[in-house]
């Protein structure tokens, strides 16, 4: 059994977030957000259209996408 150890901050009070848990929770909020468009978009396709998504959100995604794409690799040590 693991246990994860977490850094206690003494100058917030609190524990320091531990980053796997952020990345697992930007990645999922990606990809929840796509698959909003995406159901979105097949529901226009097929005539269905309850909620219209605004135009620029396919550019928003791609923009957050190569953002987090940044910082992945920036934490890696790659540069890109």
Do not use: C, W
Not at 9 to 29: C, E, L, S, V
Request: proline share 8%.
């Amino acid at each position: 059994m693991s246990y994860r150890i977490r850094k206690f901050n003494n100058t917030t009070g609190k524990f320091d977030p531990d980053p796997a848990t952020q990345f697992i929770r930007h990645m999922a909020y990606y990809l929840r957000m796509v698959n909003q468009y995406n159901a979105a978009r097949i529901d226009i396709l097929r005539g269905r259209p309850a909620k219209v998504p605004p135009r620029n959100r396919p550019a928003r995604l791609l923009s957050y996408k190569l953002a987090l794409n940044a910082r992945i690799e920036a934490e890696r040590g790659v540069t890109v």
